[in-house]
Every structure is written in C-alpha cells, then in structure tokens.
C-alpha cells in the first residue's frame, strides 16, 4: 500500500488550515493597527475589535418581522405539539378500539400504560403524528399573528404604542 496518498491529503490539509488560520486572524482585528504576518501581508492587530452594531427599528419590512415571530414560534411549540399529538392519538385509539369491543384493546394502551406487546406505529400512522403535529404548531403561530394584531388595533385606538 503506498503511503504517498494520505501524506498528500495531510500535507494539503494543513496547508489549507494555515491559510483559513491567517485568513481568521486578518478577519478577526481591525484595521487601526497592522502587523506583518507570516505570508508578508500586514494583518490588523488586536488593540482594537470590531464594535456590532444593533437592528434600526426600521431596517426590516413589518412582513419580514411577522414572518420571524411566526418561524420562531412553530419551530419553539412543534416537540410540545409532537409530544401531545402522538399522547392524543395513542388515547384515541385506545379509546376507539375500547368502545368499539375490540379484545385486543388493551394492547392498544397510551404509552404511559402500554405493555412491552403494544404493536408499533405503521407509516402512515407516524406520518400522521408528524403532518398533525406541524399543522398545530403552524395554528398556535398563527393565532399568535392574529392576537398580536388584534392589540396592535386596539392600542392604536387608545393610543398606547403597539408591539
């Protein structure tokens, strides 16, 4: 086996880590001060750092902000839709194979009485928990815009500054 491959996959590799470390290092000064660095190229120095500057209020469209809000609050209440959902349909199942006379019924427990037996999920099944679960948290996002701008309407009304 020739060794000639992985050395020149090394020697690559730490080629191009020396140079994303030089380029990190030029990036990550300012320009006040500048020394030269190993490649000859004046690098800034660290006596002074990069200050961010905040968000103006009016730097994005109100539908930009609205859009984020709901992103943040479906992707925040999804696991507690997942969890309820798949708890929901576990009960309702049982409940349905229970009222229908099913003898296997007891199989079909919710997951906090369930025996070892209780058959798996199908597909279709998960699939459902899943599309379910996404739709509550899009519904919980959504009452939240409409909430948000029922107050908005309101405040503008009395007078009071809105979200």
């Not at 090394?10 to 990550?28: H, I």
């Amino acid at each position: 086996m020739s060794v000639r491959g992985p050395l020149a996959l090394c020697v690559l590799l730490l080629l191009s880590f020396g140079s994303l470390n030089e380029l990190s290092a030029q990036t990550t000064g300012s320009a006040a001060g500048s020394t030269p660095g190993a490649s000859g190229a004046s690098t800034p120095s660290a006596s002074t750092t990069l200050q961010p500057v905040p968000y103006s209020p009016d730097e994005f469209p109100q539908w930009a902000r609205d859009l984020r809000r709901a992103e943040i609050i479906t992707i925040g209440v999804f696991p507690f839709a997942y969890f309820y959902t798949n708890a929901m349909y576990d009960l309702g199942r049982y409940l349905v194979l229970t009222i229908a006379g099913n003898p296997n019924a007891g199989n079909y427990a919710p997951w906090f009485f369930a025996p070892p037996t209780k058959p798996q999920l199908t597909d279709g099944e998960k699939v459902g928990i899943l599309v379910g679960s996404i739709a509550v948290a899009a519904l919980v996002a959504a009452l939240d815009y409409t909430l948000g701008k029922a107050y908005e309407k309101s405040s503008v009304k009395s007078g009071a500054s809105g979200r």
